[in-house]
């Protein structure tokens, strides 16, 4: 990071959060005792009213002038935030005011020790897998998943996957997820799913339940295309990071790969993803034992 004089901070947050006018008062005020300078989106416009001489600016000069951007939210902020960032290489620090917060870093309480880390650099950069789908020539972008329904049918939809033309699966199913390392924890783990370490070089495709038991999620190398066809006439949804969704006529295939960038997500020094998911998920946590 840059010395905290040439430094600046966008910030990105949920307006609708309880505490988030309480949040931008505790992180502007150290801020500004550290000497950084800092951009505030105009989302937050009205949450800021009451603090004195400070203006917001828009998305595109949050991302043309910051070092690093803090999402204040929960998961849904984050991937929201990651979204508007982009290709443009810029590291974010994700703090918590969501209930998981799988990717935040911190909490409120953890502001004041960690700014000053941040000014020193005695941080870590993690970069996560982005999945790129196309669907009738129209591209989505993904660090979660890309999820392919039966939209408001009460009927299942039939699929056929494939990785690098081969053939995966075909089956009858409520629909397909197809998600990065760091996404294995959200909608993937919740059908059955496996965790996955986001160092693993790896997608994972996880059937949404199929009507059948002899298809099982299955991990692939995060090299190939993966294609999931759908050739019955018929209505699908597409979804990516569970926020922007389109309804398609079918038949029709998506195709998906890992994207050419990556984003790169702010951690403490002694973070482990083990020590999260112990954190978050209650990972080999024995109520029965304490341990």
């Given amino acids: 990071m840059k010395s905290s004089g040439n430094t600046s901070i966008g910030i990105f947050g949920n307006p609708h959060k309880k505490d988030i006018v309480k949040l931008l008062s505790l992180i502007i005020g150290q801020l500004n005792k550290n000497g950084i300078k800092y951009l505030i989106d105009s989302g937050l416009k009205k949450q800021i009213e009451?603090?004195?001489?400070i203006k917001t600016v828009r998305h595109a000069e949050i991302i043309k002038h910051s070092d690093i951007i803090f999402s204040l939210g929960g998961d849904g902020t984050f991937l929201n935030t990651a979204r508007i960032v982009g290709r443009k290489n810029i590291p974010i620090l994700g703090i918590n005011l969501g209930r998981l917060g799988f990717f935040s870093e911190i909490g409120p309480g953890g502001i004041?020790?960690?700014i000053p880390e941040l000014i020193k650099g005695r941080y870590k950069i993690k970069e996560q897998t982005i999945i790129e789908a196309e669907i009738n020539r129209k591209q989505f972008y993904c660090l979660n998943d890309i999820v392919i329904d039966k939209s408001e049918s009460i009927r299942m939809i039939e699929t056929i996957t494939y990785y690098n033309s081969e053939k995966v699966f075909r089956c009858l199913s409520d629909g397909i997820i197809v998600s990065t390392p760091a996404g294995s924890t959200g909608y993937s783990m919740s059908c059955n799913g496996p965790v996955?370490?986001?160092k693993s070089s790896v997608l994972i495709i996880t059937p949404i339940s199929p009507h059948t038991l002899n298809v099982r999620p299955i991990i692939i190398p995060d090299d190939g295309e993966i294609v999931v066809k759908l050739p019955l006439a018929g209505k699908a949804r597409i979804t990516a990071d569970g926020q922007k969704t389109v309804s398609f006529k079918t038949p029709l295939e998506v195709k998906m790969h890992k994207a050419d960038y990556t984003i790169k997500v702010v951690k403490k020094l002694n973070s482990t993803y083990f020590n999260t998911l112990?954190?978050?998920?209650l990972w080999n946590v024995d109520r029965r034992t304490n341990s």
Wanted: hydrophobic share 30%; proline share 7%; no cysteine.
């Fill in 196 to 198: 996955v370490n986001p």
């Fill in 112 to 114: 004041k020790n960690f």
């Fill in 278 to 281: 112990t954190k978050k998920l």
């Fill in 50 to 53: 009451s603090f004195k001489k």
